[in-house]
């Protein structure tokens, strides 16, 4: 394990602005060993009735270490991932994890889930897990997957719902930068997590006209599936979406 992304002797001009940078080996071991693994749920999701045509373009927002891009490469070989991420050192390690596994497919850049650096309509299927819990403008990060997706194209969602277990590791990050800063550095992540009621969740996820809209939920996590619907007639509009509740994954 290397430490040196938390290292209290470090010397820089001055103290990052966000946790994920300062102990960026601390969440990479969470994303490894604590969080749960939904790469099956995802491709099951996105790729529901036949595999992806060569070349589709999958996003990951808020990729941290990259797992969910680097998995889904290796899964679908065929496909190109992209995981963006503010923090520089997470891109490092996730970009260090490509190479290991050798996925030529899979890249890794550092852009803001606020405003993705990517036209309307471009990309054809996008996976954002554990992002809300820490972002300032959630409905804005749902308008920028609205947009960039092309239509017809899918989404996964995937937010925790228990909150000892969610907020455990932002609580241990903000621990990590008092006993290694001195003094402890002003950071942009909150306090404490947001974990979303399932009400909140569905409100969010709904601000959008999505052409289908599937909730789901299990006793950790809560989901959303849903899908851009493709351009439709004028006299079309106005329908009203189609929203599914069903049982846990």
């Not at 991932?81 to 030529?104: C, E, M, V």
């Amino acid at each position: 394990m290397n430490q040196s992304d938390c290292n209290p002797t470090e010397r820089t001009p001055a103290p990052p602005d966000s946790l994920f940078e300062r102990c960026a080996w601390f969440y990479a071991l969470c994303r490894e060993y604590l969080f749960r693994d939904h790469t099956p749920e995802i491709v099951q999701s996105l790729f529901p009735d036949e595999p992806p045509a060569p070349g589709t373009h999958l996003l990951e927002l808020g990729c941290g270490p990259g797992f969910y891009a680097c998995r889904l490469s290796e899964e679908l070989p065929h496909i190109r991932t992209t995981g963006i991420d503010l923090s520089h050192n997470l891109i490092r390690r996730a970009q260090s994890r490509a190479r290991k596994f050798r996925l030529p497919n899979c890249t890794f850049k550092h852009a803001d889930a606020h405003a993705l650096p990517y036209s309307t309509g471009s990309i054809d299927a996008i996976v954002v897990s554990r992002l809300f819990l820490i972002v300032p403008d959630k409905e804005g990060i749902v308008d920028e997957v609205f947009r960039v997706l092309r239509p017809g194209g899918r989404c996964f969602i995937a937010e925790p719902t228990s909150g000892f277990r969610t907020r455990f590791p932002l609580a241990f990050l903000w621990l990590l930068s008092r006993l290694t800063t001195v003094p402890a550095g002003k950071y942009r992540e909150p306090q404490q997590a947001d974990v979303m009621s399932r009400p909140d969740f569905e409100a969010l996820i709904a601000t959008q006209p999505w052409g289908s809209m599937q909730l789901e939920a299990d006793n950790w996590y809560q989901y959303a599936v849903c899908q851009k619907a493709p351009a439709v007639p004028a006299q079309a509009l106005g329908q009203p979406r189609v929203l599914e509740l069903r049982g846990a994954f």
